[in-house]
């Protein structure tokens, strides 16, 4: 059995060589595959350690009458996002369809998704328009909580 070098898959993809012999390159592949599925175990810890870290941000900020911190490295803010959310309890699907057929808005909810930007752009035109109303039947707003990572002013 033929001993197989390691190979480094650190160059450029333009600059990586490629083997001139059919089986070499069944066995590059292999190697490749072998680095992926490492690399993939190696990234998917780093997600359930960062969402460790968020939850900890999450949980704690608040308790301690904060919205953010500064380390040395980054700032962490706690910021919030409205969401449009389709919600039973306003009408559903079938009162947005109504809104959508009565307004010719369809593309409103096109594949069941709502479009983000236009839903708050008509909301806060309607706010506009009937000051200080801005409801879209069967439209709800979800506030989502996300954390915002940023570099200290003064540091590069």
């Known amino acids: ?28 592949l292999a ?3 072998d680095v992926l599925s490492a690399k993939n175990k190696e990234v998917d810890n780093l ?12 949980e704690k900020l608040p308790l301690s009458g904060a919205t953010g911190i ?9 910021v919030t996002d ?10 559903g699907w079938e009162a947005l369809y109504d809104y959508g057929y009565k307004t010719k808005t369809l593309h409103l909810m096109l594949n ?12 806060a035109q309607m ?3 009937k000051k200080g109303a801005k409801k879209i039947p069967g439209v709800g707003l979800f506030i989502a909580k996300k954390i915002s990572l940023t570099k200290p002013k003064g540091k590069k």
């Open 1 to 28: 059995m033929a001993k197989i070098k390691k190979l480094d898959f650190s160059v450029d993809s333009d600059e990586f060589p490629i083997p001139e012999k059919m089986g070499d390159v069944a066995d590059v």
């Open 70 to 78: 500064s380390g040395a490295l980054a700032v962490a803010s706690i």
């Open 31 to 33: 190697q490749l595959k």
């Open 127 to 129: 706010k506009d328009a």
């Open 47 to 58: 997600e359930r350690i960062r969402a460790r870290l968020y939850n900890v941000l999450f």
């Open 112 to 123: 069941r998704a709502l479009s983000k930007k236009y839903v708050l752009e008509t909301m």
């Open 82 to 91: 409205e969401v449009p959310t389709v919600q039973n309890e306003l009408g």
